[in-house]
């Protein structure tokens, strides 16, 4: 590209990746195209600016230290993997999850093939725990459309994949624990 061309196309320009559509209602988008004006944005910068603002003073819930914001849990809760973003608002929110969400959380929670196990030789039973130290996100990333396609209905739970049975593991289930946390990094 020559010199000439680069300046023509503006060079360095913000990225916007998703785009939403919004209605409103006709006095409130004239008084939005106002602020914008004031502000000397367009309107949908000024949308976006909005939400920006308000996501800092939305409190998601109080805790012993005061109202804890949206904003203020964004680093915690946004991954730009959409199985990682979904496991930690899950575990973190679960009363924010829709309706599709909720089904889709309850085949994740069931499934002991996305958690570290502990088997229970004397009743010879699996368990595992809820909890972020224990999930095993590597393979809910693998396994995410399939998980996605049963919470829909479009599959059956027959496609998910299953842990291998308890006479195929070794014997000392702690060690199995340790290597599996290693993997993810934990």
């Not at 602020?35 to 409190?59: G, H, M, N, Y």
């Not at 995410?144 to 599959?155: L, M, R, T």
């Not at 308890?166 to 599996?180: G, L, M, Y």
Request: proline share 5%; net charge positive.
């Amino acid at each position: 590209m020559t010199k000439r061309n680069s300046q023509r196309s503006g060079g360095g320009k913000l990225s916007r990746s998703e785009t939403v559509t919004v209605r409103l209602d006709p006095k409130l988008r004239y008084l939005a195209e106002l602020a914008a004006l004031k502000q000397r944005r367009t309107l949908s910068s000024f949308i976006e600016w909005a939400v920006d603002d308000a996501l800092k003073r939305l409190p998601l819930r109080d805790d012993h230290n005061g109202s804890v914001t949206i904003a203020d849990e964004a680093p915690i809760l946004w991954d730009v993997a959409e199985p990682d973003r979904f496991i930690k608002l899950a575990l973190r929110y679960p009363e924010l999850l829709d309706h599709e969400q909720q089904k889709l959380w309850k085949i994740i929670r069931e499934s002991a093939y996305l958690w570290l196990l502990t088997y229970d030789k004397v009743h010879r039973k699996w368990s595992w725990a809820i909890d972020d130290k224990s999930v095993r996100v590597d393979r809910l990333r693998t396994h995410w459309k399939e998980f996605c396609s049963v919470a829909d209905g479009s599959e059956s739970e027959n496609i998910l994949p299953k842990e291998p049975d308890p006479v195929d593991w070794p014997d000392d289930t702690n060690e199995r624990r340790k290597a599996a946390a290693k993997t993810l990094g934990s």
